[in-house]
């Protein structure tokens, strides 16, 4: 993948912090490559960018506009449309991570075409896969896993990635979603992927490596979500992970959008994933929980974090208020 | 998919019964539709059928030639493709169930264009699904559930589905697989799915229906096959089952083509399956196993039904020598 850079992010109508997940995390992540943002209206989510009309983005030199909502089901709005023609008029290209392709939307191929300039979907695989044999394979891998979808995997992955490299290990972030593959500029959407090639995706995203190097693999659903439990099983089988580390939004009882189904409990939920990764890792082992307790107070953060912790018998921490130095400690002690 | 009948099955190279499935499938529950067979060689699997030609086949009426191999990811030989262009130019439409798509072999495409020939590739599907939302649908399900891949999973869910209507019960057998698909006319391959839409597909493809109907569903993989167990757990999740019989190949012990992984142990291979399923139906139960035995004699055959049902506490069947009823007495008691 290689995007032009700097980007000028699209949140369009997105709301809140969810519906503009990919913007957020490329502000978060890569605030480097980031000039800007446009968004339907003041009510849209904030991202703390100048908000820039599509020729003032080109002006100051933005080369990409990067559709950064993450909606269910990955459709493109119709009335995103001439919007995405208007920033080709401009002089930006498009980059998404859709389920539905914008390079298939008639309209924008042929006027992209016209102008020169260059349509990305990064969702869609590249190359073929073959299937998962379940070969073991050198190196170790750390993966995270979820009581639900937006819980965190991603954020705790690269945090945990970080602090690895800080830590003089060789690490290297393996992305498995559209934001993380923009944040990586590589990578492999495994939720984009043909069902039987899950697991032989990500044998293929994390090959063979030095006994010494950590491949920390961003986790995707969860296998508790009836949508999406095929997806977290295939990559879970895959990974075949030496560690994983459970994410949980430590507000949230039900799962996103599915108010008829509670998520699991943190103890069932880890020895689902311990039981059925052990298929191709008998020795995987959980090392911690990383959890959003952003709609908690400090104080309720810090009670919930500390029972947790000691009721699980694992380090329990918070990403954004605690930073992740505890789940690197229990993984290499 | 309407396929013009009747077929000349393609068995090539293939050697055996697994590698010739889709075409066995189709011999055996579809006769009528069959007039006969192209092998590559005297040592290639028969199916029984007379070996002709494409000209003899054409001038005997043989409207297609269907691919009828099941090789491992689905890919197509190149020395195929030579055969594929002279059933064309002998008058035959071509159909495949493989992942790789006919319709994509520019010289195929061009050809049957230029000829006024179908080319049909039944496991692609032909319209998009939505993310599964694990909503409880109206109607009783039965899901078939494997210890592994090619242990009689289509074969059990049609003499299922052929028992119940017997008993004068409204049951629909729905295809989830290229040569269920090929025999049914219809249903979607779930294993071709775009990842995130597995479980979405399957609630698709068994939709609300009259309380007393039974949807009797083909099951894919096995939740311990390092490679397939994704689209078997979306699946299960997505049929959301009533009721799951267990199928298992009595003479294997290891995963096909994988040595170093053993199957699961048959009791372990039932209860994990309940236990995942119950995310989506809490009712959920197995009322039986049904085992192909053909690699052993008789005697062992009844030994090891017996002794395998007395230890499971479940009717334990070969749906080729014993039948099915006993499975159907438990569904329906």
């Known amino acids: 993948v290689t995007i032009r850079q700097p980007y000028l992010l699209?949140?369009?109508?997105?709301?809140?912090f969810h519906g503009a997940k990919t913007a957020a995390g490329i502000r978060y992540w890569r605030p480097e490559r980031c000039i800007?943002?446009?968004?339907?209206?003041p009510q849209s989510f904030d991202l703390g960018l100048p908000?820039?009309?599509?020729?003032?983005?080109?002006?100051?030199?933005?080369?990409t506009l990067v559709i950064g909502l993450a909606p269910v089901g990955g459709a493109i709005a119709p009335d995103w449309i001439p919007l995405f023609e208007a920033a080709l008029d401009a002089g930006l290209d498009l980059a998404a991570g859709m389920h539905q392709r914008i390079g298939d939307i008639e309209l924008l191929r042929l006027k992209a075409t016209r102008l020169g300039r260059q349509i990305h979907d990064v969702r869609q695989p590249t190359r073929a896969f073959p299937v998962g044999t379940g070969r073991k394979r050198r190196g170790k891998r750390l993966l995270t896993v979820g009581t639900d979808c937006a819980v965190g995997k991603m954020y705790s992955t690269l945090a945990i990635e970080r602090k690895l490299r800080a830590r003089g290990c060789n690490a290297t972030f393996r992305a498995t979603g559209q934001t993380g593959l923009m944040i990586a500029g590589e990578g492999v959407c495994v939720d984009a992927i043909v069902a039987d090639f899950i697991a032989g995706a990500v044998e293929w995203l994390t090959p063979d490596a030095d006994e010494g190097h950590w491949d920390v693999i961003e986790g995707q659903g969860s296998l508790f979500h009836p949508g999406y439990a095929g997806v977290s099983l295939g990559l879970l089988h895959g990974a075949q992970p030496d560690a994983i580390v459970l994410c949980h939004d430590a507000g949230r009882s039900r799962i996103d959008g599915l108010p008829d189904y509670p998520l699991p409990d943190l103890r069932e939920c880890i020895d689902l994933n311990l039981a059925l990764g052990a298929r191709t890792n008998p020795a995987i082992r959980c090392v911690g929980i990383s959890a959003n307790t952003a709609r908690l107070s400090d104080a309720e953060a810090e009670a919930w974090m500390r029972s947790t912790g000691e009721r699980l018998g694992l380090p329990c921490v918070d990403p954004v208020r605690t930073g992740v130095a505890p789940l690197v400690d229990a993984l290499l002690s």
Chains 1, 2 share one sequence.
């Open 51 to 63: 908000d820039l009309s599509f020729e003032a983005a080109a002006a100051r030199g933005a080369a």
């Open 10 to 16: 699209f949140v369009g109508p997105a709301r809140d």
């Open 36 to 41: 800007g943002q446009w968004r339907s209206s």
